[in-house]
């Protein structure tokens, strides 16, 4: 059994301090390395593949081909294997997380989160672990996303 991330970039990976810190306009191909290292942490502590939920999965979508957003990701110290991306169909992010469970390895996951600044994740909401945009991913949301993750239950 494999355990799945779900996961949006802006607003976990990167935040609105990180932007006003480097002065950028936006969080275009912006990480902020703290928040990637406690995505790694997630990541190696529960040997958990990642499925990317964020908009910066569209581009995938247009192409058809996920390289590119592999090699960006592990560009900015992602070290986990990005699964997949989730569909762009119309409804929640919890609706298109739910699809793309339905449509692929349902049977073989084991557990799974939803690392996510939004909150509509509909009847998965119990898998979310909300982070914020001001802030990003934090040292308590690593803790609590390793316990919902090793608690196998989906």
């Known amino acids: 059994m494999i355990r799945l991330v779900f996961l949006d970039i802006d607003g976990v990976l990167n935040s609105r301090k990180l932007i006003l810190k480097l002065g950028k306009q936006s969080t275009l191909d912006i990480t902020d390395p703290d928040a990637v290292a406690r995505l790694n942490r997630i990541t190696d502590a529960t040997r958990a593949m990642i499925v990317v939920s964020s908009t910066w999965r569209i581009p995938t979508l247009i192409s ?91």
Do not use: C, Y
């Open 64 to 154: 058809g081909n996920i390289q590119p957003l592999r090699d960006q990701l592990a560009g900015h110290g992602i070290k986990a294997p990005i699964l997949g991306v989730t569909p762009d169909s119309s409804g929640t992010r919890g609706s298109q997380i739910q699809q793309w469970l339905d449509i692929h390895i349902r049977d073989h996951v084991g557990s799974f989160i939803i690392l996510d600044d939004d909150s509509d994740m509909d009847h998965l909401t119990p898998r979310l672990v909300k982070t914020t945009f001001e802030d990003g991913l934090l040292d308590s949301h690593v803790e609590q996303a390793i316990a919902l993750l090793m608690g196998d239950q989906t």
